[in-house]
């Protein structure tokens, strides 16, 4: 960062079905509960930056930047970004890079997505807009369909079983179980998984984050402080195809934007004590702290393994328990990991997003000054 | 602007139906000429922005900044912006903040948009994205049902008749004959306006500009130069519905941001040569003139009746003849603005892009540094 950037004010709807609520409603009480939260009013806010990736198909609006802008009472400029399942994280960015172009002091990122309205076949076929349209597609492949396939190659070459991937979301589960703005609250042994309906072999129900509804939001600022300040902020862009890929068991770009965050943030990987990474499905969190480099290619099951990992990984109880409202999902783990730093006084924690089969993956890194 | 700021490079498509070419065809078209216009090769740009509004809903594809970065062999971060028709313009002032901020020296913006392959009530129904959809859509309102009611109002305040509206729609179709991307390019008397169907009264079918495919492109650098400069980059914001406005026959959010891009450019008003402005609707055309201050409050249409008006208004043919394929017109805008200065050798061009009813709004000023 090439300026002191603060995170000084963060709020957020439970995640789970809101069927009683609108768009507008999500992000007026995101929104309300971060200016709550922050040490200014309302007016301080000159720009806003929306993220949501679904609501001109599944609720019939676009245009989310004027919405967010009309509930303040001063509207400044809004606009909104997208990059399907990292629009949170790709909206943090675009604050950040608005603050250190001296265009805006103080900025309010709100992510949002309202994903129950619609049927699940309708929400499955939205939700490929983040594949390739021209390639995916027309192979008749879901995101589901598609971590399978990345599943199986992945046991097929490390030896992982079925049995060890449960323990990823037993212990989402285990951790969602004290958020009180978690979609799932129950524990659910590591048995349990296998015994969920099959969805894309080999996983099954309980290994795919939910449909959410939900929103996020967090204020930036360069004029007024708090302990929390953005360490680094970077973006790295892969194919949008699996089928274009080298490989099915790393995602390239999760390493590119590490590098490139570590630097910014002038720390190594050791001194991250709180990670919450993209388990949109189960294996993608194991594919994800490997490609972080806290564990070897094929050793990512053993920070499932362990007690008590270092990093904590997903405290909030990640995407799977949290819920995954698309869009407001980036903007939410940094919500919680600005909590997990507060509450441990430790100095360091990593939000890791992505989009797609990450091909875009965004990697913020927040500093708690006061440890 | 904090710093200089060169448009190095541009290139569109035609702007039509390209019912033969897929969204990804029609960026890469873009792209290509945009590079080969450029004092760079394809590895100089470091960041992309894409500006898209309805892939999601009428094409299956969101995570159009992953598609994009697809086109260039070293695949760099990109991102999608989207402010339903001021999109363009939207993904325009994020790239120049990201080169501000010290996060890119050279970015790509391509627009893109593809209406021309789903039915008149889909691409209808779909634009209404655009507008409030808790309070424009349930009332049966479509755009230019929106227009028809600001231009019925605008006759009641101002007097003014159908012949004379009739102008501004044969003024741009006679500009867009000489405009090889236009996707009209026949010249149509004013009497003939009024002779084409109602769609909306007032509004005939040739008062409102068409549903178009095409795609856009600019290269912006901080380290390459060019005559080129953009001297200002303004957004503001206003209700997304019509029905929170004090009237409807003025855009505030016009007002506010010209004000604002005139300070940031440090010039006047009388110092622009070229003018594209958003005429989405004729109607739309006389207001922006009011407000852009060109011309008294009932006044716009004098432009109209006018040999030669300074400053040229919609030289290209504007979103009438040009086409309006919605998230491609505000970077459009600003690649004929750069044609315009260069041929005249005048100093100073202004683009003028909203969207829905004006709830969005983005002024870019251009300078011509030889002149």
Tied chains: 1, 2.
Excluded at 123 to 137: P, R, V, W
Excluded at 299 to 308: C, K, P, S, V
Aim: hydrophobic share 40%.
């Amino acid at each position: 960062m090439n300026q002191d950037i603060f995170l000084i004010g963060k709020g957020q709807t439970p995640f789970g079905e809101h069927w009683d609520k609108s768009l507008k409603n999500l992000m007026d009480e995101a929104v309300t509960a971060a200016i709550d939260d922050a040490p200014i009013n309302a007016l301080d806010i000159d720009f806003i930056v929306v993220s949501n990736m679904l609501g001109e198909r599944t609720n019939d609006q676009a245009h989310l930047g004027a919405m967010a802008s009309s509930l303040l009472p001063h509207r400044p400029p809004a606009i909104r970004t997208e990059a399907a399942c990292a629009s949170g994280s790709v909206a943090v960015h675009t604050a950040l890079s608005l603050l250190e172009s001296g265009r805006a002091e103080t900025i309010l990122v709100v992510g949002v997505e309202k994903m129950t309205d619609v049927s699940t076949d309708e929400i499955s076929s939205a939700l490929m807009g983040a594949a390739d349209s021209e390639k995916d597609i027309p192979s008749g492949l879901t995101f589901p369909g598609i971590f399978g396939l990345i599943a199986n190659r992945y046991m097929h070459e490390y030896g992982l079983t079925k049995e060890q991937l449960n323990l990823v979301s037993a212990r989402h589960h285990a951790n969602g179980v004290s958020n009180p703005n978690a979609q799932f609250r129950s524990a659910i042994p590591a048995e349990k998984i296998s015994e969920s309906p099959n969805v894309a072999d080999p996983l099954c129900l309980l290994d795919c984050s939910p449909v959410s509804d939900g929103a996020a939001a967090i204020i930036l600022s360069n004029n007024h402080e708090s302990p929390i300040r953005i360490a680094a902020s970077q973006l790295s862009t892969d194919t949008l195809s699996i089928t274009d890929r080298p490989s099915l068991t790393s995602f390239p770009a999760t390493k590119d934007a590490l590098d490139r965050a570590l630097e910014e943030a002038e720390i190594t990987r050791d001194d991250i004590a709180h990670l919450e990474t993209h388990d949109c499905f189960s294996i993608a969190a194991v594919i994800n702290l490997e490609d972080l480099g806290f564990a070897n290619p094929g050793a990512g099951i053993q920070l499932y393994e362990a007690d008590n990992p270092t990093p904590t990984i997903n405290a909030s109880g990640g995407l799977k328990a949290c819920g995954h409202p698309v869009g407001a999902t980036g903007v939410k783990q940094i919500v919680d990991l600005t909590k997990q730093l507060t509450t441990s006084n430790k100095r360091y924690a990593l939000a890791h997003n992505f989009g797609g089969a990450c091909a875009t993956c965004a990697i913020h890194i927040l500093e708690n000054t006061d440890a």
